[in-house]
């Protein structure tokens, strides 16, 4: 991330304001009863695809641009996704895999933790390399309860960043960039398994596959969910 001279969830957010159009998060766990488990970040882009392809389609400066921005996306996509140095000799992290499909736009990085501490480990170095966000104990786990605290909230970074980054008509900027992000989407989806969710204290999530699954999908910039004070964190009574 050292050639950009912004986070890159920032720069993310501006490509998609540029092409007026989407990109998902998707933070996904497979825990285990002993605390082990396997971790996977993934940005996707490819609902950017098409309107890039348009843009390439009209030609001429059109051309150029949407060449522009292919470029970019696929040079950020390698930064978000090129973590395997990053957390090289982290105890307790194994089997690191990077997703880089610059040809569908889809980015991230999967990894098996031993425990829910290495795994905080490895988190808080890849938010301070990736994100620029500092971060503690994002994950807790006893065996029989989960949590999830509002620590390394990357929609939450994100919105900072381009608030932060507004210049002066901070208003108006900011009302674009909430219409044009409302669809963006922030995801957190937890598979328990060998134990099933007894109690779930965030409103927002849903149960599946038995109540052995929580899924809880934010939308950072929308205005309904800002009025009601969304949150990622949650807390998960298990049995």
């Not at 996704?81 to 499909?101: M, P, R, W, Y």
């Not at 620590?151 to 002066?168: F, P, R, T, V, Y």
């Not at 674009?176 to 007894?198: C, G, N, P, R």
Request: hydrophobic fraction near 35%; charge should be negative.
């Amino acid at each position: 991330m050292k050639q950009f001279k912004k986070p890159i969830f920032l720069l993310l957010a501006l490509a998609a304001l540029t092409l007026s159009s989407c990109l998902h998060i998707i933070e996904e766990i497979n825990l285990n009863k002993n605390g082990s488990g396997t971790y996977s970040m993934t940005l996707d882009m490819s609902e950017m695809k098409s309107m890039m392809e348009m843009m390439k389609g009209m030609g001429g400066d059109s051309l150029s641009a949407a060449s522009g921005e292919d470029n970019s996306m696929s040079q950020m996509g390698n930064q978000l996704s090129s973590v395997g140095a990053t957390i090289k000799g982290v105890q307790g992290i194994s089997n690191v895999k990077e997703l880089n499909d610059t040809t569908n736009l889809k980015f991230g990085y999967t990894f098996d933790f031993a425990d829910v501490n290495a795994l905080n480990r490895a988190l808080k170095i890849i938010n301070k390399d990736k994100f620029e966000s500092k971060t503690e104990e994002i994950f807790k786990f006893d065996g029989k309860n989960f949590e999830r605290t509002a620590d390394g909230d990357i929609g939450a970074q994100m919105k900072k960043a381009l608030s932060e980054n507004s210049g002066e008509s901070e208003d108006a900027n900011m009302d674009m960039v909430k219409t044009f992000l409302a669809d963006m989407s922030y995801k957190q989806i937890y598979h328990f398994k060998e134990q099933k969710i007894k109690k779930n204290s965030n409103e927002l999530a849903a149960l599946t596959d038995e109540e052995s699954t929580y899924t809880l999908e934010l939308k950072p910039f929308s205005e309904e969910q800002a009025n009601k004070k969304v949150s990622i964190a949650t807390k998960l009574k298990l049995k």
